[in-house]
């Protein structure tokens, strides 16, 4: 073609991967305004049977995410972390499309005011 892409595209089932991990998490209310949420992943490397591991997409191993949520009669306000960590990512493309995403942390912040709660309707 000479853009560089690949004209077609195959896929394949090679074989059987085995997949484990572990998810935890708590969500809760700590009082009538406020509330919490925390959850964890791990996930090790996949095991595959019959084929190379080279074949796999690899998640990451760690994925925490913690909040905090407060909802008063005219705002409301919410805080979030996530963390994600290194994962191997592929396409059907070439070896220019692969390679490893780099661990990375997010905060996230919002806020809200609420208008109008009062207005009469007619």
Known sequence: ???GLPAAFSYRNF???QQKGLELGIDGAINKEWSAFANYTYQPEPKPTGFDKSELNIPPANVF????TTAGPGSSARFQINYTGK???QDVLDSRYSGFTDAHTLVNGSFGVKWGEKRRRS
């Open 87 to 89: 994962a191997f990512w």
């Open 1 to 3: 073609m000479g853009n």
């Open 15 to 17: 074989g059987k991967v």
């Open 65 to 68: 995410n913690v909040g905090l």
